[in-house]
DNA sequence: ATGTGACTTCGAGTCCGTG
DNA sequence: GCACGGACTCGAAGTCACA
């Protein structure tokens, strides 16, 4: 499993249980609404400092973003 | 602390746990030995392939690598 | 509200070397 | 063996128009 899949599924999964659109969470962390959407289809490669940025503003642990999602 | 921060600190603890020179490290992940240099004096910014590749070549967790340091 | 292709700028990543 | 530097390429960051 590559990291930047578990990354997509991450950010999906954990953005649709707040109930947040892909705009909402975009602005909350900071980055591009288009930017957010290429995220989770896994076409970006990004930094670990847009990482870091993901886990503060969702408050999150590495593992839960970057660990392998729960297989549901 | 910054994710950069406990990658730049991970890696030189495990590396010097398995008794490898920077550019033997660098050699089985497949970068750069200044490159290798660089990411443990935190002067740059890896990608998430980046850092997998690490992970994969040293059989490590993504908590080993981006988690915090062992406070030794 | 989500997805895509295209674009510019700047830094990720490599390669040469030095002390 | 490690740190640092300059010069280079190409891809990530960030944005937009459009569907």
Do not use: C, W
């Amino acid at each position: 499993m590559l990291l930047r899949n578990n990354l997509a599924a991450n950010i999906r999964r954990i953005r649709r249980e707040r109930g947040l659109s892909q705009e909402a969470f975009a602005a909350e962390v900071g980055i591009h609404r288009t930017y957010a959407t290429m995220l989770e289809s896994r076409k970006r490669n990004p930094t670990i400092d847009v990482i870091e940025r993901i886990m503060k503003a969702l408050n999150l642990e590495v593992g839960d973003l970057l660990g392998p999602p729960p297989n549901r």
